[in-house]
């Protein structure tokens, strides 16, 4: 377990600042935005600690099914499959005001070592180098699912997911030898005989409350059910670079990644993927993300303006895609 300063988190809630999130009374970093969440660091905690608040639980039901569907995912990706996880830990607690608060917690890793950021200071050779390996490490992750039929596990497979064991900034490299951290089990992709281990209708909490019942019924099986499948999974991959300003890389990605399909992973029987397939899927992410973060920041307006309420959520800026 983490020495997690539990009455810290408490007055961070008190002075929660959702427009500004580093104005609040408690100082912080912002690390990362999440499409729902937000993952920051509190200065001056001696325990480096990177913390990601999940606002979306209405009982205590509900928190103790995540916490079990997130130790669970955890526990198989790291002792059966064999990915390397950061440490981790939740931690939840009743403001007060009586909501619930939950953070997922985990080991802060260095900012420039994760994927996202490695990519725009190593060599384009070593670019190719990092995807065959977060290719070879999602292959554990399907090769378990297809060797153990009751359990099917899945993926965020997008490059920020990933970062560099033991980097060194002032030297940085990446060879075959590199290994890999995964960081984004706080969604946790598990199903147990085809039931999903969280409740993944929660997630749809973000979004304003007169628009949930059309996100359930329209995308929440298939934008759930994609990270599933290995070659979509692969697809985002590619596609994530796209948003990172580097397109001129996808087409030896496409070749890359095609070619590790029929020889290192030819048992899966897998399409080549095409940068027709890949083009559409960028334009229609990029499209759905831009209305949706639209409609909250419209949402937000309302609760924080109109109706003098608190909004729960960060709100990234403007993200470059």
């Not at 606002?55 to 390397?84: M, S």
């Not at 939740?90 to 985990?106: M, P």
């Not at 070619?259 to 899927?281: G, H, M």
């Amino acid at each position: 377990m983490m020495k997690v300063n539990l009455e810290l988190l408490k007055e961070l809630e008190r002075s929660i600042n959702t427009l500004q999130p580093e104005k609040g009374r408690i100082p912080i970093k912002v690390l990362g935005f999440g499409e729902i969440s937000l993952v920051f660091e509190i200065l001056d905690d001696s325990e480096h600690l990177a913390y990601k608040r999940i606002p979306i639980f209405d009982t205590e039901a509900q928190v103790k099914r995540h916490i079990w569907a997130y130790n669970a995912y955890c526990q198989i990706l790291e002792k059966e499959v064999g990915l390397n996880l950061p440490a981790y830990d939740v931690a939840w607690f009743k403001d007060d005001k009586g909501t619930i608060q939950f953070y997922c917690i985990q080991e802060k890793i260095a900012i420039e070592s994760v994927g996202n950021r490695i990519i725009h200071y190593i060599t384009e050779d070593e670019i190719y180098i990092l995807v065959a390996l977060i290719l070879r490490e999602m292959k554990k992750v399907w090769d378990y699912s297809r060797n153990n039929p009751k359990i099917d596990l899945g993926l965020d497979g997008q490059i920020s997911n990933f970062a560099i064991i033991n980097f060194d900034s002032q030297n940085p490299h990446i060879d075959l030898n590199t290994k890999l951290y995964y960081l984004d089990t706080s969604t946790p992709m598990l199903r147990i005989n085809n039931a999903e281990a969280m409740e993944a209708v929660l997630f749809l909490k973000s979004a304003p409350s007169f628009l949930r019942w059309l996100l359930k019924a329209l995308f929440l099986d298939e934008t759930v059910g994609r990270y599933y499948e290995w070659r979509k999974v692969a697809i985002d991959l590619i596609a994530n670079f796209y948003k990172e300003q580097k397109p001129e890389l996808i087409p030896k990605l496409i070749n890359l990644v095609n070619n590790f399909f029929s020889k290192e992973a030819s048992e899966f029987n897998i399409a080549p993927i095409t940068l027709e397939e890949v083009d559409k899927y960028y334009k229609s992410d990029k499209n759905m993300w831009e209305i949706f973060q639209s409609v909250r920041k419209f949402d937000r307006y309302l609760k924080t303006k109109i109706f003098k309420k608190n909004y729960e959520f960060y709100l990234p800026n403007k993200i470059e895609r």
